[in-house]
Every structure is written in structure tokens, then in C-alpha cells.
């Protein structure tokens, strides 16, 4: 089921008079077969169904990334703030390659399980405009930024990498940027276009500039195929029990129910979830920004 399909399933939920089973409605949409039973293995197949192997191939891919992204470092030892750090993972991968790491999480449960799992990782739990401006001066050679620059604005990111970055120091960025026909937000989602006028307005080079757009579009698209093939078919399953169980009150909220749906989620999904827009509208890039020139 794909979202923009969704109100008008909800709606005909409200329609509906008759008795119907939420199961058929969740089978439907799921397996998409046009069948309801249970199917018939082959004596061969195995006892389980087991999805481990594409979750095994998308870990492989997030170690890929990894791996992909160091290469872009410049060769050395470092102290290092990885801005966004997430659970730590990356930050404990440095660690271990000698680099001295500060990590920086403004969510406090990623805060307790980096100090938890990888305690030679120094945490700071707070956002990265708080901790920019309580650390001294010129105290880190490289700023890594894994898919967290998007939320800082760029009038904000470029004094705090003037303060903490020593004389040489750089900047490595791995996130998506807008393309074309995609509106960037004021600290979110930045033009890739505009950040280059930054970098050169500020005094810093790109020494590394690598699109990796197709490389992650798998993973756009494993993202899209759970939405409409999983979460949006149990979205309905909820709805049509709800509706079977009350349908009174399901059709007193419906339209404020679709009022929601329409103006918070399916604004969000097409955009950046669907591969084919993702590919036309955005770019994910490796950059990395390089002092020109020390600070004033």
C-alpha cells in the first residue's frame, strides 16, 4: 500500500457497513498475492523464514559506508569531534584507530550507552551549538559530521569550526543535500550549491568532494519498501480493527484523522523515501572542508 493511497482507504473504512476481517485487509496488503491462506512450503524449504540475510547485506553496506567515509580522512591521528555520534558505533572505530574522540549526542540515552559500550569515547551530551562554545579554542583537528550536518544552519556551523579547529584542521561531512526541485529549510537540509559559496566565503577549501548518490539509493529504496509494504498495510490493519470495533467513533474522527495524515505524514514520505525523488531532488555527498588559511 503506498501512502498517497492511504486517506482514501481510510475513507472507504468509513464507508464501509458490511462485516469484513482486519487480518484479510492486513494479508492483502502485505503479501499482495491475492490469495488469503497460509501457502504451502516444499519439504526442501527450510523449517524458518528468516530475514537475516538482507539485514545481514544492509549491515555489510553500514560497514561499506564506514569504510568509504575513513578513506576520505587524511592519513594520521586526530582529535576528533564526531558531531551526531548516534550510538557510538563510528566514534569507537576511531578510538580504536588511535585518534583521540570526543562525541557529541544531544539525545541522553545515546549519551549513556556510548559511555556504557566505549568508555575510551569522551561524551558530550548536548547539542553541537552548546558544546562549540563551552570547549576551548583550536582543540580538535577534524569535525565529523555522519548525517548530522543537515540540522545545523550554516551561518551557525562556520564560527564554531573557526573556534575549534587547530591551524590545517578539516571538516568531513557525509549527508544528502538538496538538488533540484527540493526546498532547503533553514538548518535542515542544506543546498549543496550554497554550502560551496560558504566554504569559499570562510576560508576553507574542499579538498574532497565525492557524490555518492547511487551508492545509498538502495537503502532509500529497502526504506520505501518497508513504508508501503509493512508499516502502511499494519497502519491499515489498526485502522480496520478500530473500525470494526467502533465504527462510530472511527467515522466521528475520520476527518480529523485525515486532516493529520494528509498535512504531517505524506508531506514528509515522497520526498526524500521514494528512490526516484530522492535521485532528481537531492545529492548525498563526502565532503571534506579544509582551512585555507588560520582563523582570525
Known sequence: MKV?????????????????????????????????????????????????????????????FADELLACFPPGTYRILDVGAGQGRFSSELAARG????????????????????????????????????LPPATFDLILFSESFRYIALDEAFPLFDRLLTPGGCVVIADWF?????????????????????????????????DVTQNILPTIKLTYDVICEFYMPLAGYVA?????????????????????????????????????????RYRYYFFVLKRAHPAV
Request: hydrophobic share 35%; proline share 5%; charged share 25%.
Open 4 to 64: 498517497q493511497d492511504f486517506p482514501e482507504f481510510l475513507s472507504a473504512l468509513g464507508r464501509q457497513t458490511g462485516s469484513f476481517d482486519p487480518v484479510h485487509i492486513l494479508y492483502h496488503h502485505l503479501f499482495q498475492s491475492g490469495y488469503l491462506h497460509f501457502g504451502f512450503w516444499s519439504e526442501g524449504s527450510p523449517n524458518e523464514v528468516d530475514l537475516g540475510a538482507l539485514v545481514e547485506r544492509f549491515r555489510s553496506a553500514q560497514t561499506r
Open 99 to 134: 585518534h583521540a574522540v570526543t562525541a557529541v549526542t544531544p539525545c541522553a540515552y545515546q549519551a549513556e550507552q556510548i559511555m556504557k559500550r566505549y568508555p575510551a569515547v569522551t561524551v558530550k551530551n548536548a547539542r553541537f551549538q552548546e558544546v562549540g562554545v563551552s
Open 178 to 210: 538538496v538538488h533540484a526541485g527540493a526546498k532547503a529549510r533553514h538548518g535542515h537540509d542544506h543546498d549543496h550549491h550554497l554550502l560551496r559559496k560558504e566554504t569559499s566565503a570562510r576560508g576553507f577549501t574542499i579538498a574532497v568532494e565525492r
Open 240 to 280: 480496520a480493527k478500530l473500525s470494526q470495533k467502533y465504527p462510530r467513533l472511527y467515522r466521528l474522527c475520520l476527518s480529523r484523522i485525515l486532516r493529520w495524515f494528509e498535512r504531517r505524514v505524506l508531506p514528509q514520505v515522497p520526498g526524500r523515501s521514494d528512490p526516484a525523488v530522492f535521485a532528481e
